[in-house]
């Protein structure tokens, strides 16, 4: 098993092990500064130690709630770990742009939801003591409910677009 870097809550990495086949091609920053390449950073410029040969790991990112990778380049990385590398930097993009979307448009309509009901209730935002006004677990589950069913055709081609992480024994993935 390979190993990545983690970001925890205090801001330091750590070892966390992670299947071969993900950190198989990965990519360094330094090595594509090296390059001429925009080097990948997490958490307000970090980069790896230009020694390290795994892959690093960040914290959720605060849109999307996903975990950004800087992923590993072998100083003689072959086209194919290229492809493979890029491919799995263009999905995580990907991910975070549909996820980041997805999860601002939920707090949006949720907040709306919540107004609206409130307001029909003849009730503000704050109570009396400033405390934020919620609404009761049926009433919020009818919001989700509403919102998965609004969503479920975005879902669908999400997952239609999502590649399978086995390969077929031809090595083309079973959405080639």
Known sequence: MAAARVLRAGGCYRRHPLSSASSSASSGSSRAAERGERPDTVGGGFRPPAHSHSDWIGPPDKHSNLRPVIFYVPPEESALERRLREARQEAQASNQRFWARHNRA???????????????????????????????????????????????????????????????????????
């Open 106 to 176: 939920f707090r949006q309509e949720k907040e709306e939801f919540i107004y609206s009901r409130l307001k029909a209730k003849g009730l503000e935002m704050r109570d009396e003591s400033g405390q934020k006004a919620t609404l009761n677990a049926e009433e919020m589950a009818e919001f989700y409910k509403d919102f998965l069913n609004k969503n479920l055709k975005k879902h669908l081609q999400y997952n239609r677009n999502v590649p399978p992480l086995d390969k077929s024994s031809s090595g083309k993935c079973f959405s080639c």
